[in-house]
Structure formats: C-alpha cells, structure tokens
C-alpha cells in the first residue's frame, strides 16, 4: 500500500495522539523528537532523535516525508522557511504558522482583518507601558511574543512598579507585547480543521478552564452559549485559517467578555489541548482531521456524539505510577475514557486526560474530575479543579520567565 | 509510568489494532511477527520478527512481556505449556486457549457442558461419514480440527462420492471433525471480555454475514433478534467464558437456526472481526477490553453508541493501493468510519474495514458496502456484499485443503 508518509516536527503528547488515526488510516508517521523515550516516540516506530532548532537535522530527517507537520510551534521560522526552499511541503506553511509562533505578529494581522483583539501595544521600555495604562488602566498583560505556554512567558503587572521590576529582570531591548486584561466571564475555543484546498470543518464551540495559565477543563459545547455567538466564534476562527492560510487544525482561544464580546486570545495551529474531547465525543477527532487535512484529504465530520462531552487534564501530582490509578478508576467508572501520554509524572506537567459524554454536565465534570485527581493523587487538587468561570484573571500571575526545558504545547 | 509491558504472538490486524488502545492506556506493546513490515511491526515499535512455532525464540521473546496474549490461535499448544511453565503468564491460558485451537475438544467439551452444538462425529475413514450421514442426511460438514481459518480447512460434502474424494486427497489416517449441515436462518456472534478475576462484559449480538467463509458484513445490533434469543446467546457466551476459563476477548459464533435455536458453530478467544465494529460503535471497543481483561484491570462498557453499527470488510481487490480510494470515499461520506490494515492487497484478503454508525440501517449498510467496494475496486462485488442471509451454506465449497501461507485470524 503506497500511503504518503507524515513527518512531524516534536514528539509530544500531540504527537502521540495522532497515531491511533494514523494507525486506522494506514498512514505511516515519521517522529523528530527532542530527546529518546519520548511520548510519540514511544509508540510511532519511525522516530528519529535530533534537535528540530538544527537545519541539517531538519532537512535529513524530512527526506522520506510526503508532508511535514508539527507537534509545537517552537521550529525557527528561518529554517522552516529553508524547508520549503528545498521542496519540502509544511502544512500548515512557514507564512501561516509565523502568526501562532509570534503573538506580536498575530495581533497586528488580526487587527489589520478587523478581528477583534483586546488592545494592545509593543514595548520596549517602561514608559511604553505606563502610557498604554495610562489609556486602558492596570492591571495589563505583558507577553513574550514568542516561546511562551501554559501561562510561561506571560506576566500580569497591577502597577507601573511592578512593570518596573518584570522589566528589570528581562534582557535590555527586548521587546514584549502588553495588553489590556480582558474582564472575561470565560475561556472559550473555536476549532476548525482546514485542508489545503480549502475545505473547513468547524468543531462545536468549548468552554476551557485555566488555572495558572494550564488548561484544565473543557467543556463541550460550551455550556449556554448564545447560539450566534458559537456561530460567530466558528465563522472568526474559519476566517483566521482561511485568511492566514492554515492547513490542518487551527484553535482559536477566545475570551466571552460580561457584556457579551469575543476578543481573541491566543492561536494554535496544532491539534489543541481544548480539542482533546474530539477523540471521544466527536465523529472525527481533531487528530484525524489534521491528518486528513494535512494530506489534503475530504475532512470528516466534527460533530459532537453526545449531548456532553467533558475533558479534565491530569496534572502531575504525588503518584509517581499513572498505571496505578487504573484499578480505581476503572471499577468506579467503567463509561470514562482516559488517555495517558507515557510521560514521566511531575509536578503539575500535564501526563494525561480523562473524557466522559452523556446528558447530564454536572455528573460527567464531577466523574472526570474524580479521576484526574484520583490518577495524580492529589486530593487537594479536586476542589480547585472546578473554578467557577469568572473568576479569573486565569493567565499565570507576575514572575520570571520561564528557564524550564521547552515542552510540547497542548 | 511503571505499565506493564503485553506481549502478542502475531502480527497482524488484530495486534495492530490493539495499539490505538494501548497508546490511550499507556500501556506499551511488545508484538512477535512471522515476517518483516507486518500489519503490527508497522505501528508497534517493540516487535520482533520471529518463529513462533520455535518455542526458544517464544521464551527469549517473552522475556519482557508482563503477560502475554494472542493474534491467532497458530501457537503449538506444548509450547504454550512450556511458556507457563517457565512462569510467563499467558491469556487466554493453554488450557482454555485448546478449545479454540482444536475444534474436536471444543465440540467434546460444550457438549459435556449441554451447550448447544450441531450433531458431530470424529472421522477417520468415509465409511465414518456415511454412517453419521446415515443419520443425519447430506450434505456434512468436514472440518480439520486444526489450522483452519476464513472458510479454509472446511468443506462441504453432498454425498459419498464428495466424501470418499476428498478424504482420498487428505494423508491416509487424518481426523476429521463431521458436522451436520445446520439449514441456518443466520449466523450471530456473541462476544464477550472476561478477566481473570471472574469480571464478565458483554457485547450486543451482532448479526454476521460470510460470503466463502469470510465474514464480510456485520450488523450491531443483530436486526430483529428475539430479545430473550439475545440474552440467551450472550448468557451462552458468558458461560462458555466462565467455564473455560477464558481470559480476554471470546467470540462465539453461533447458527439462528429457522426454527429460532441457536447452535454454536466455532469459538475464537481473541477480538474477532465479528467485533469491530465496537471501535467506533461502543463505549469501550473489543480491543482496549482485550487488553484491559488481559491485563486483569476492570473493564469498560461494552454498550453501542448508536442503534446501529455497521461495519464492512474490504477484501482485496484489482486496486491495488488502498489509499488511493479516501478522495471518493472520504469526500461522499465524511461520516464514515475506515480502518485500513497495512496489508499488501491481494484477492480476497482481509486489508481493511469501514463502519459506519447511525439510525437508519438500509442506509448505513448502503453507506458501508459502497465504501468497502470503491476501495477494493471490485465493482460487481458490490451487489454481492450484501448476500440476504439464509442463502447458506456460507462456508467453503468443497476444495482442497489449504496450503496457502498461514495469516492471522480475524
């Protein structure tokens, strides 16, 4: 059988996810991943080991790929560039994915669409951001345009002192995107897959829960969202990906203002942490969809199986051994899903997720929460996990950036 | 993570089929492949290519394996003893795996049990056959004990001459199993997972269509079953479980005989083709149960998702690149649920499955069939897929007794 070949670029959890779909497909998946024993490495045969930041590397280990994908957004746009300089097809393209791998970009672009965003500015000093406050007030949200996740490399400043200290502790001339901070009532996603010939598949809307900038929580479809605006935030992130030219998924993170507004957060063009409920509660998962449209084939169906889906990570905790939690959670629960990603546990790293569908929201967010608790052993964990919407700011609190080893995004 | 590692003698679509489960749960695989680029090898980074048949290359490839589990019933029962004798946990264990192995002890044992069977009788010689048809009637069925598998090492015999050629062509002193013909209304398959702790989850009864002894169509539910004929095959198959001590997937194929009785045909103790479609139609599919019951962790519901599943097997046709038919298909019917296997194709071969899932029955199977057929390229055997049942006998016609290279059941 002659199938094309899948290269991606990172051997995440993201990674690791595509090959069930992949396996159905007779679609062989070829990993680069940064380091051995990795998640996707683990269980995608052709997996080489070499760091995706190296040209040479880059350009050897694409050869027997029909297409290049990627698991984050954290490849050079230089060198991502010299891959389709040397014929190499990206999905999506160096031009499209520039805009999820720097936020500075992704504003200006959006803004120059008429999408809405929460104001913004880019700065470089002190008085950069003091001016801005001094027009939409503190607190503001400072960003690092670029490498940052999960709340690492965003820092919220209530002051011009504090925004004096963060800037203290940055290299001199670096520059940050600020933004307004957006008095949310909550987190949503819009996911579309989209296929080279541009073909759009717009998953049901979701409700996501972040706690310290991690998602935690999602909930599809959102949970009383006003139907024009599930079809105004499906017809926004449509736009995004077929303005930018996005192949594969695209996630657009929203936030639904008190007066009823969605402003864009953040862009993913990945199959995405809030997608993650599609394995289970949607016809095609967000994983097969981006296979197929990366492959430009005729995507599938997005639409939710059941009234309800509800997805909450595993964080980390106490238990070194997930396996351990199965006996458990298995017997209690015999309808839930769980999905481990084969990763060493530490703190508060996301190893794994628990799904469950049916009727009734509260019971399925009080099974799922149950479980991901119970995997990670943090019994402390379940009453934090179900933060109320609203009461934000959810995005990491001020503190240094981040120095820890890079990890795939979700 | 601390998982145990779940070793698979064989390699073909059924192991490869595990995979998908065994990445959700974390739990890594370990496969024994007879030849290189096997449906398994493909997908399952930890496997060997090695003789089965040779118990030394048995025990060093175990050494690994947490537990180890089954792709086909090809394994010399000895050299399964000698497996657990050296302290490898095996499941489904030798003692029970025998009875899907030999079809003479199946038969000895289920009716020691007062399951219900067709009228048997061990032959050596056609006066054997002529006496049992004597009582019985032509046309029988002759069977060898072991080895068969897809309708071969079955035949039908119409009268003393077929009987007296065919055992003129088998080496002088072989037995036979002779069955009576059984004139079904159709075939069903009851399927359940056992663990080994005693926990038992049944599957819906499916309704199976063979055309030459391969099962090419099933319908989950089976349409218009008696409810309490329902109960009774899965109690039949719960029993059977229990009492052979089956550990893992066991199928039970099973006669619906005009006059509503059931009468069980043939035992497989692995997931069975009669059982995928619980990959996209049930709460937990066929193989995470296989692995969660081999791994003796609690298992998942076994209940459909939808009224009805359908699920259709592509048989090897003139295309002879499997992929090349996802633009049609993929495009016509972005509903469809399509599991490809690897396979180099060749006539008739099993290289693949669609599903598909929903409330209208004519229309699923329409939907199925249409797809099965595009990618086999067979254009006329789309009118046959569909044989209506009672149009028996479905096994193999008279013929010689295979010589073919030995493939995986499913």
Redesign the interface.
């Known amino acids: ?4 070949v899948v290269g991606i670029v990172g051997a995440g959890q993201l990674a ?2 595509l ?2 779909p ?7 998946l070829r990993a680069l991943a940064e380091y051995a024993d990795s998640a996707a ?5 052709d ?1 080489e080991v070499g760091d995706p930041a190296d040209l040479e590397t880059l350009l050897a280990w694409s050869k027997p790929c029909s297409v290049v994908t990627f698991d984050h957004e954290q490849v050079p746009s230089a060198h991502l560039a010299a891959l389709e300089a040397a014929g190499v097809t990206c999905r999506p393209g160096s031009a499209a994915l520039l805009h999820a791998q720097d936020k500075a970009v992704m504003r200006r672009r959006l803004s120059e669409l008429g999408l809405p965003c929460p104001r913004y500015v880019v700065v470089r000093a002190a008085e950069d951001v003091t001016r801005f406050a001094a027009e939409v007030g503190f607190p503001v949200v400072l960003k690092a345009p670029r490498g940052g996740y999960d709340g690492k490399g965003v820092w919220f400043a209530a002051s011009a002192d504090a925004v004096a200290k963060l800037l203290a502790r940055l290299p001199a001339g670096v520059s940050l995107l600020c933004e307004e901070a957006v008095p949310f009532r909550r987190e949503l996603s819009a996911l579309v897959a989209r296929s080279p010939s541009g073909q759009l ?1 717009a998953y049901p809307v979701v409700e996501t829960v972040q706690r310290d900038g991690v998602c935690v929580e999602v909930t599809a479809p959102a949970p009383d969202l006003d139907p024009e605006l599930a079809a105004t935030a499906a017809e926004l992130a449509a736009e995004v990906a077929t303005e930018l030219g996005v192949t594969g998924i695209l996630a657009v993170e929203l936030f639904e203002t008190s007066d009823g507004r969605l402003l864009v957060n953040e862009l993913a063009m990945r199959p995405h942490n809030t997608g993650h409920w599609s394995i289970d509660g949607a ?2 998962s967000q994983f097969e969809n981006h296979l ?1 449209a990366v ?1 430009d ?5 997005p639409f939710a ?1 059941a009234p309800w889906t509800v997805t909450v990570n595993i964080l980390g905790g106490p238990v ?4 351990d939690g ?2 458990h959670v ?2 209690r629960d ?2 839930l ?9 530490r703190p508060g790293r996301k190893v ?1 997720h628990v799904s469950a569908y049916g009727d009734d929201l509260a019971a399925l967010l009080a099974r799922a929460r149950h479980a991901a608790v119970w995997f990670a052993g943090d019994a402390d964990a379940e009453q934090e996990t179900g933060t109320p919407p609203g009461e934000g700011p959810a995005e990491g609190a001020l503190g240094a950036p981040s120095s820890e080893p890079r990890e795939p995004q979700s």
Chains 1, 2 share one sequence.
């Open positions: 059988m002659e199938a094309p690791r996810m090959q069930p992949a396996v159905a497909l007779g679609v062989p490495g683990q269980v995608v045969p997996t598949a016809v095609t197929r492959l084939l005729p995507l599938g169906e199986r070194p051994s997930l396996y199965f006996p298995f017997a015999p309808g899903r769980v999905h481990l990603y084969g990763k060493s546990v794994g």
